[in-house]
Structures are given as structure tokens and as C-alpha cells.
């Protein structure tokens, strides 16, 4: 009978204890969701890390932690150093700016009101101010002189001799090339809702109607769709693709009082410049695989799963992005302070050889030597020691996740020290997808799948803009005046990228 009792309050015992743990470990999910969503609320969006001054300290609380190889206590003596602060310089104001060269002048001569007889002008003093003249809606009216020819003896029929009429970007359309650049750049670049530019116009007295802007921007994008097919080719011939989605709400007839949740799947080529924006219903593998069917080359993603079937495409080398990788130890600070930063430290020395390799001007090849040099040794430690450590930590923590994520992935997280061309991270595709959001803040949704098609066709020829330093404003205008009569096996001089390079020339 003892031995029963014995044998229940052992099992009891068991049981409690299970559930305290279960309940501990609840406890620590729980807290660490609640961290995330402050910060997500609350914090900072940087993801910087900010590590120990000194790694090897570092180091060493890691192993005592870990290990626990003393229980003992033991005194700690800092010699601590009082340095006499230097005394500051005086701050020297270095004067304003010079105004860029490149804007309009206006000369406004000022006299004084009374010149004595005799006076000589030995100078002059100039001063410059930034104005501003409001944008200004005006009408172009081409007037062509109509000419009759002299009249040949026996002639019948006089010959009437008039001038062609401009090109327009839309024909019989009102809309010049300039409203249009104004209009599309206004919405996508500077992220103004279209109903607003039509209050705008009709504080000066001109009323658009909502229909007739709309399709002015549908006719638009039917000229640049064949700079938009062009763009594709290049991306895809390219050899080297950044890979990332983000959503996009869609009005859709078939679902009343709701939206649907549609797709920006975007790829950006850092070598060439170019970012190719495309719509899609959904997020599975069929919204990809068209685009990379016949590509061939690198391919770096986040941890998605649909990118990792393309892994196994021959011709196709994943890798893996170094930021979201490090991106869940950060998160995972709450949980386990001590083996976070340790692996935070680790990848902060290989940002910095990144940082040395940009300020240096390194060309490929020595980027490449560099790498393998110094962050190959990183690399294979911090690999080994995140397999050691995985086996010390609960798998469903946040540490255990996020290492496990790291572990599953580091031969693809470690490929880009194999080729100078390719980036620690997949921070050029993530950086095109930001206006994105702030466009979602402002116009909410596109009214329908096409115009989400033409809102990422948009996209893709201005983000190429902007990573080539080129004013899309001033780009759109100049390929809506030629592109009605360019040749269309010439179509590529007129991309952002290479439209530069022509104005250059």
C-alpha cells in the first residue's frame, strides 16, 4: 500500500512538474509575442545592433552562462580610468549652400533710388533666393498655316500644302505629355491620390472627371508596355535576381464588401539597376513560375518556401538572405539575451567587411578575395557553434527557432563569399518595395486586377529611375514624346537605365 502511494505521489509529482514547465515556457512565448507587437507599435523599425564593446567579455559570460562550469562566486575589480575630457573647438558655421547650379535665374537689378553725377561702378553684391512658381496648367495651340499652291496652266485642282501635326501620346486627346508625366509621377512617385490632383485642378478652374484621368493613365501604359516587356527580357537574362512579395488589396466585382488580397511579386537585379515589379492573385509557386522558367542564375530570397522549389531548377542557385536571418536573433533577445548578441556580434563583423569592401571601392574579384579571406573563418565558427548550441536550447523558443532557421539555411546564407557580384542580404529588393507602402497608406487599393498590372508596370519604370539617379518626371515626359514613333526594335535606348547613359553621351 505504501509503495502505491509512494508510486502515486512520484507520478503526481511528474505531472506537476510537466505542467509548470508547459506553463513556464507559455509563459516566455507569450512575453515574447507581447515584446514584438510593442515594438512593432511602439520601437524603432531599425534593426541595428549595438554589441558589446568588448566581444571577448562577450565570450566569456556566453561560456559561464552556458556551461555553468563554476557555481561559485566570485568578486570582479574594474580598474576604472578617469580621462580629463578634451576641450571642444568652437563650432564654425560653414555658411549656406550654394543654390544648384543647374536652375533657372532670375536677374532682378535693384538701383539705388539717387546716383550722384560722376559715380562709377566699382562691384556689385548678389544675393540668391529659392522661389517657387506653382505648377501651371496651360494650353498648346498648334497653329499650321494652310498654303495653296500656284495653279500649273489647265490645272483642275489647287494643291493644299500644311504642316503634320505633332505626335501626340494619346490621339484626339487633350492631355499633353506633360500633364500626363505630372499626373502618373505625382501618384506613384509622390504617392498623391488621383483625387486630389483633381482638386488641385480645379482650384484652377479646369474639372477632369475621374473617368477621363483614368483613362488617360490606361492609355498611357498601353505605350509603355513594350518598355515594361523589355525591362523582363533584361531582368531575366540578367544572371542575378533578388527575389521578395508584398500585398496589395484589389477591388474585385466577384467579392462584395471586401477586397482582395492580391500580390506585388518584385525582383531586382543590384548589378544592372533594374527592379521588376508583377501583379499576381495569389502567392503560391504558378505566381513565379512563369517568370523564372527559363532563367538562369542566382536567385536570393527569404525563407519562403515557394522560392526554395527553384532551388532544385537546374541552372538556378538559391541563396538565402543574411538580414532575416538576423533579423529573428533580434527578436529573440528577450528570450536569450546572451546567445543572441553573441551571433549578432559575429554577423556585425561581417556588415563591417561588407561596409570596407563599399568604402574601398573593391571591384568583384577582390570583393570575392576579400570574403574569403576574412569572412569564410567567421562563417564556418559561427555555423558549428550554432549547431552546438541548438542542442542546449528548447527547439520552440524563440533561440531554438531562430537558430534553427539559420542552421537549416547557412550553406545558402554563405554562397554570396563565393562571387563578388552578389550581396550578404536582400536588402536591394526590399528597399524598392517601400514606397509600395506608402502608396497603400494613401490610395488604399487599386480599383481592379488591371489596374493593379498597370500599377506594377508603374512601378517597375520609375524604381528603375530611381536607382539609376534619374528624375522620372523628366524621363516620362521625354519617352511620351518620342516612344509614338520610335522603332520598336529600338525600344530598349528608351529604359531608365539606358536613357541616361544617351543623355550622357
Not at 100 to 122: D, M, T, Y
Not at 256 to 280: A, C, D, L, M, R
Not at 423 to 434: A, K
Amino acid at each position: 500500500m505504501e509503495t502505491t502511494q509512494a508510486l502515486d505521489y512520484k507520478a503526481l509529482y511528474e505531472q506537476e512538474r510537466a505542467e509548470k514547465e508547459a506553463l513556464q515556457f507559455a509563459v516566455a512565448t507569450l512575453r515574447h509575442e507581447l515584446d514584438q507587437l510593442k515594438k512593432m507599435i511602439f520601437g524603432s523599425k531599425h534593426e541595428r545592433f549595438l554589441g558589446a564593446a568588448n566581444s571577448s567579455q562577450l565570450t566569456l559570460d556566453l561560456a559561464m552562462e552556458v556551461m555553468a562550469a563554476s557555481a561559485t562566486t566570485e568578486t570582479v575589480i574594474k580598474e576604472v580610468t578617469v580621462t580629463q575630457p578634451l576641450p571642444k573647438k568652437p563650432f564654425v558655421h560653414p555658411g549656406r549652400s550654394a543654390l544648384p547650379a543647374h536652375l533657372r535665374r532670375e536677374e532682378i537689378i535693384l538701383e539705388p533710388e539717387f546716383i550722384p553725377e560722376g559715380s562709377r561702378k566699382i562691384g556689385e553684391e548678389i544675393t540668391e533666393k529659392l522661389d517657387l512658381i506653382e505648377a501651371e496648367l496651360l494650353v498648346k495651340r498648334y497653329i499650321r498655316p494652310k498654303y495653296a499652291t500656284p495653279q500649273a496652266e489647265g490645272a483642275v485642282n489647287t494643291e493644299i500644302i500644311i504642316a503634320d501635326a505633332p505626335a501626340c501620346p494619346i490621339e484626339k486627346g487633350i492631355a499633353d505629355s506633360g500633364l500626363l508625366a505630372h499626373i502618373i509621377i505625382e501618384k506613384y512617385v509622390d504617392h498623391l491620390p488621383l483625387y486630389r490632383q483633381m482638386q488641385r485642378f480645379a482650384r484652377n478652374g479646369v474639372t477632369i472627371s475621374d473617368s477621363t484621368i483614368g483613362g488617360w493613365i490606361s492609355a498611357v501604359c498601353a505605350l509603355l508596355m513594350p518598355l515594361y516587356a523589355a525591362l523582363k527580357l533584361l531582368l531575366i537574362k540578367s544572371g542575378y535576381i533578388h527575389a521578395d512579395e508584398t500585398t496589395i488589396k484589389v477591388l474585385d466585382k466577384t467579392k462584395k464588401g471586401t477586397t482582395h488580397h492580391g500580390y506585388f511579386w518584385v525582383y531586382n537585379n543590384s548589378p544592372g539597376k533594374i527592379v521588376y515589379f508583377e501583379y499576381q492573385k495569389g502567392r503560391d509557386a504558378e505566381a513565379i513560375t512563369e517568370l523564372l522558367s527559363t532563367y538562369q542564375g542566382y536567385l536570393q530570397t527569404d525563407g519562403y518556401a515557394v522560392y526554395e522549389e527553384f532551388d532544385k531548377k537546374a541552372g538556378i542557385t538559391q541563396l538565402c538572405c543574411m538580414a532575416h536571418a538576423r533579423r529573428k536573433f533580434i527578436e529573440a533577445q528577450g528570450n536569450d539575451a546572451v546567445r543572441s548578441a553573441y551571433v549578432l556580434e559575429q554577423m556585425q563583423q561581417l556588415y563591417a567587411i561588407e561596409r570596407h569592401c563599399k568604402e574601398k571601392n573593391r571591384d568583384n574579384e577582390q570583393k570575392a578575395k576579400e570574403r574569403t579571406e576574412r569572412a569564410n573563418p567567421i562563417l564556418e565558427h559561427l555555423g558549428k557553434w550554432m549547431k552546438e548550441q541548438y542542442l542546449q536550447v528548447l527547439p520552440k523558443s524563440p533561440i531554438g527557432m531562430a537558430l534553427a532557421y539559420s542552421i537549416t539555411r547557412w550553406e545558402k546564407l554563405s554562397i554570396y563569399t563565393t562571387n563578388g557580384m552578389l550581396c550578404i542580404d536582400n536588402n536591394p529588393v526590399e528597399n524598392s518595395i517601400r514606397p509600395v507602402a506608402l502608396g497603400r497608406k494613401n490610395y488604399l487599393f487599386c480599383g481592379s486586377h488591371e489596374a493593379a498590372k498597370r500599377t506594377a508596370m508603374i512601378y517597375s519604370l520609375v524604381g528603375t529611375c530611381k536607382l539609376n539617379g534619374v528624375n522620372p518626371h523628366i524621363w516620362l515626359k521625354d519617352v511620351l514624346e518620342r516612344i509614338p514613333t520610335h522603332p520598336v526594335n529600338q525600344i530598349n535606348e528608351l529604359l531608365p537605365h539606358l536613357w541616361k547613359k544617351k543623355e550622357k553621351s
